[in-house]
Nanobody, 124 residues
């Protein structure tokens, strides 16, 4: 079992930055692959970024160059640095975890554990 708690969301103007955090507790085996997902009103949840135990990262095309995912294993914490925010980035952002080492996908149903989400709102 893994418990995930996100923080760091907020309301910012376009062009601003935020740093999201996700503290994980419980089984480290079950959180070897971790990712960030987001869900805007009326839209399906989508994968934003993922990071494996070796530090390898994957991003969805719309956030490449603006978002950076990282993890501090000593603190059991996952981060998402979000720069150059756009109104279309407005969504609830969720931290998720699953046990596979290499993070082969950012598909929602592949992730077993989810946080409660943190809201990011970007105004133009």
């Amino acid at each position: 079992q893994v418990q995930l708690v996100e923080s760091g969301g907020g309301s910012v103007q376009a062009g601003g930055s935020l740093r999201l955090s996700c503290v994980a507790s419980g089984s480290t085996y079950s959180s070897r692959c971790m990712g960030w997902f987001r869900q805007a009103p009326g839209k399906e949840r989508e994968g934003v970024a993922a990071i494996n135990m070796a530090g390898g990262t994957t991003y969805t095309d719309s956030v490449k160059g603006r978002f950076t995912i990282s993890r501090d294993s000593a603190k059991n914490t996952l981060y998402l640095q979000i720069n150059s925010l756009k109104p279309e980035d407005t969504a609830m952002y969720y931290c998720a975890a699953e046990p596979r080492f290499w993070c082969p996908s950012m598909v929602v149903h592949d992730f077993d554990y989810w946080g409660q989400g943190t809201q990011v709102t970007v105004s133009s």
